[in-house]
């Protein structure tokens, strides 16, 4: 299976007293590069969640994000600490009886007193398995829209070997005569210039030289074997983004060398049709992972 190193994937998860939220999103890059914005109650669980996702990521920068939102409009049963409401009580009465001109307190700052409407806070670590069991969900979701993605991008390369394989079929053919033909406008010339000063086994000899040189089979054969390794490596699928971009600059390495060896100008043409498509596949491959 070939992945895309973009991808996008977000969860929610209810949990006692509020609810959880975790979010995988990512771009391309060289290495695995993680970016973690974690609340700071649940900053210890950066560590295992790290490891869970270096377990199947091997590429890409990737932000995390977890929250947690506590709820305040939970439908539970509330009820003030009579303890402490009536000390509260009690307290009142002493300051306005020593200050009559304070302000008494009000129903809102009685309800906010620490404790009034019992324990409210949250036990992060017990938060724990239930943070570990939705990054999973979202990493199978994560992992889900990469692989959507590299199945698009890989049959955009696919689609681009196929017009390379069509460009050198097309040209392939003509070559030979069309060799024939410069090298015996060649010899022509050598004769007209050399005249007696040389002899035909001499022409021959730069002509055989020079016919070497424009000679373009192996570039040709060499084109084609790097094109079955593309087709070969994303059958295979996992982890090829570095192993294809490897293969696009030798597939560039030919191409070059195919133009400046041309001696016709329907192979330079071709050659500036193969560049492109190498740099439409460059493009589309440098987001494999």
Known sequence: MISSMTGYAVKTRDVERGTLQFELKSVNSRYLDFHFRVM?????LEMPLRELLAAKLTRGKVECRLSFNQNGGRSEHLEANP????????????????LPGAQPLSVGEVLRWPGMLGDQSVDFAALTPEVLA????????FSASRAREGAKLAQLIVD???AMRDIVRAVAPRIPEAQALFTDRLRQRLREA?????GEERILQEVAVFAARIDVAEEIGRLMTHLDEVERVLKQGGACGKRLDFLMQELNREANTLGSKSALV?????????KLLIEQMREQIQNLE
């Open 40 to 44: 700071e109650e649940l900053r210890a």
């Open 83 to 98: 303890a402490l409401l009536d000390t509260l009580k009690a307290l009142q009465g002493q300051v306005l009886a020593s």
């Open 134 to 141: 939705l990054a999973r969900e979202v990493l199978a979701e």
């Open 160 to 162: 681009r070997v196929n």
């Open 194 to 198: 050399l005249e007696s000063e040389a």
């Open 266 to 274: 329907e192979v330079s043409q071709a050659s500036m049709d193969l």
